[in-house]
């Protein structure tokens, strides 16, 4: 039987006037964005940090480290890309996306296949393959109070090379 991995990952950004609201490589029309050294792409950076977690790689900050002026203002695509790549490398392919974005407002149900269509296109995935939902914070906390966003993200991950077959490998 292939191997297969699960990941969870987590994120939060503040929302800030003059900031654009960036949510899995999509910009949505808002007056308040997501503050952050990177696009502060919430959703992308809680996918990333899932499939970094499910191939046991570390996290986000640890491969894009938000001290490095190399990611100021950085399309966050970028680190879902090489996340995956990062994935690959270790031998995994990805098999599904499940994520929840937490946002008071604006409504963002019209925009669920542009985001999932650009999660899928930045991942390689089937579009059938990427789920995004939405919730609110129903008024309650920093999230409620139109504060911050939140994302949550699980992914699949299927070893593409059975590890009994690499370690035989290892020892020819
Ligand atoms: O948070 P709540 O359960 O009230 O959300 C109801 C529905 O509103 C969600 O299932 C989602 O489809 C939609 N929604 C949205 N944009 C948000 C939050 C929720 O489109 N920012
Ligand atoms: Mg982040």
Known sequence: MS???TGLGWDVHRLAPGRALILGGVTVPSD??????????VLAHA????????????DIGMHFPDSDPRWKDSDSLVFLRQA???????????????????????KLKDFRLPVRQSLAATLALDVDCV??????????????????????????LVREQPAVTRQAERRL
């Open 32 to 41: 308040l964005g997501l503050e952050g050294h990177s696009d502060a792409d």
């Open 47 to 58: 996918i990333t940090d899932a499939i970094l977690g499910a191939a046991a790689l570390g």
């Open 131 to 156: 789920s995004v939902k939405f919730k609110t914070a129903e008024g309650v906390g920093p999230v409620g109070e139109g504060r911050s966003a939140e994302a949550q993200a699980i992914v699949t």
């Open 84 to 106: 995956c790549q990062l994935a690959g490398a270790a031998g995994f392919r990805l098999v599904n996306v499940d994520s929840t974005v937490i946002l008071e407002r604006p």
């Open 3 to 5: 191997e297969v991995r």
